[in-house]
Nanobody, 128 residues
């Protein structure tokens, strides 16, 4: 089992920044990649960014590329999402997720179905 706890959400004005953190505990050595997803009311959960745990390789959704940065701290078992130049359309509940499949080292996890564990989510609201 892997437990994930997000923090760092809140209310920010357009153009502002927030940093989300995700603390992982439990059998984290079985995790090969971590991802951030978001879900706005009435919409499906969508991919934001992912990072491979050992190499640090990253992939971003086009909508956040150049504004968001995903990073990990292997020693602390944490994954962060630095969000800059925030827009109202970035408002959503943000979730971190853990991918335990060894195939994650060769394929990108952009679909929620590829992830095994999820945090409870943290709300991000960007006011216009």
């Amino acid at each position: 089992q892997v437990q994930l706890v997000e923090s760092g959400g809140g209310l920010v004005q357009t153009g502002g920044s927030l940093r989300l953190s995700c603390a992982a505990s439990g059998r984290t050595f079985t995790t090969y990649a971590m991802g951030w997803f978001r879900q706005a009311p009435g919409k499906e959960r969508e991919f934001v960014a992912t990072i491979r745990w050992t190499t640090g390789s990253t992939l971003y959704a086009n909508s956040v590329k150049g504004r968001f940065t995903i990073s990990r701290d292997n020693a602390k078992n944490t994954v962060s999402l630095q969000m800059n130049s925030l827009k109202p359309e970035d408002s959503a509940v943000y979730y971190c997720a853990a991918d335990r499949s060894i195939t994650a080292i060769t394929r990108w996890g952009t679909s929620p179905g590829l992830y095994d564990y999820w945090g409870q989510g943290t709300q991000v609201t960007v006011s216009s």
